[in-house]
C-alpha cells in the first residue's frame, strides 16, 4: 500500500524556519516525481514544488521561490522542504504528493502537516 | 501563469440527481487537465486526468469532457459520499502547475 506521511509542521514566528519531512513507503521511491502542496485555511491548492525522480530538475512557485528548498533523499525514502523566511500568508497545510495517474498530477498524497506562522 | 477558474462555487444538488461542474482555463491546456475530490480534513484525492480518463479505482459515474480552455466534470447521480470539495488542475504548461478556486457540491 502506498503511503506519505508528513512530519514537521508546527508554530513558528515570522521569519524563522521549518524543515518538513515525508515519508513514503509502499512503492519505489526513486521512480516517482513528488511535490509538495499547500493549502491556506478554508482556501483551496497551491502547487509550489516539484522535485524529479532523482533530483535533478527542481521548480518552485514564485511565492516559495528564494526561501524554500526541496530535495530527497531516496535511500531513506523520503522527500524535505526546508522553509525558511516564513512569511504569515505560509500559514497552510503543506501535502507532500506524488507524480502519478496523468503526467504532472497527483495520484497519491500524504495526509498533510499543519504550518502555522504567527507572532 | 494559467489561471484556471471553476463555476459554480456552490452546486447544491440532491441525492440521485446529476452534478456538472466547470473549469475554465486562461488560455489553452489542450487535454491537460485533472480533477480532484477533497473532503472535509482529507487530502485530495485524483479522480480524472487527460480532461476525461478516470483514475484507478473511480467510479463510472464520475467523467470528465472538454479541451483546450473549457472541462466539464459531470456526476451522473450523487451519492452521499460525492458531497465535497472538486478542484480542477492544468499540467499543459508550467510551472506553476495550477489549480481552480473549487466548486464546493452540497447536498440541497
Known amino acids: 500500500e502506498v503511503q506519505l506521511v508528513e512530519s514537521g509542521g508546527g508554530l513558528v514566528q515570522p521569519g524563522g524556519s521549518l524543515r518538513l519531512s515525508c515519508a513514503a513507503s509502499?512503492?519505489?521511491?526513486?521512480?516517482?516525481?513528488m511535490n509538495w502542496v499547500r493549502q491556506a485555511p478554508g482556501k483551496g491548492l497551491e502547487w509550489i514544488s516539484f522535485?524529479?525522480?532523482?533530483?535533478?530538475?527542481?521548480y518552485y512557485a514564485d511565492s516559495v521561490k528564494g526561501r524554500f528548498t526541496i530535495s530527497r533523499d531516496n535511500a531513506k525514502n523520503s522527500l524535505f522542504l526546508q522553509m525558511n523566511s516564513l512569511r504569515v500568508e505560509d500559514t497552510a497545510v503543506y501535502f507532500c504528493?506524488?507524480?502519478?495517474?496523468?503526467?504532472?498530477?497527483?495520484?497519491?498524497w500524504g495526509q498533510g502537516t499543519l504550518v502555522t506562522v504567527s507572532s | 501563469e494559467i489561471l484556471m477558474t471553476q463555476s459554480p462555487v456552490t452546486l447544491s444538488v440532491s441525492p440521485g440527481e446529476r452534478a456538472t461542474l466547470s473549469c475554465r482555463a486562461s488560455?489553452?491546456?489542450?487535454?491537460?487537465l485533472a480533477w480532484y475530490q477533497q473532503k472535509p480534513g482529507q487530502a485530495p484525492r485524483l479522480l480524472i486526468f487527460?480532461?476525461?480518463t478516470r483514475a484507478t479505482g473511480i467510479p463510472a459515474r464520475f467523467s470528465g469532457s472538454g479541451s483546450g480552455t473549457e472541462f466539464t466534470l459531470t456526476i451522473s447521480s450523487l451519492q452521499s459520499e460525492d458531497f465535497a470539495v472538486y478542484y480542477c488542475?492544468?499540467?499543459?504548461?508550467?510551472?506553476?502547475?495550477?489549480f481552480g478556486g473549487g466548486t464546493k457540491v452540497e447536498i440541497k
Open positions: 504528493a506524488r507524480v502519478g495517474g496523468g503526467p504532472y498530477t497527483f495520484d497519491y
Open positions: 509502499g512503492f519505489t521511491f526513486s521512480s516517482f516525481e
Open positions: 522535485i524529479s525522480d532523482f533530483g535533478t530538475t527542481i
Open positions: 488560455q489553452s491546456v489542450g487535454s491537460r
Open positions: 488542475q492544468q499540467y499543459n504548461n508550467w510551472p506553476p502547475l495550477t
Open positions: 487527460g480532461a476525461s
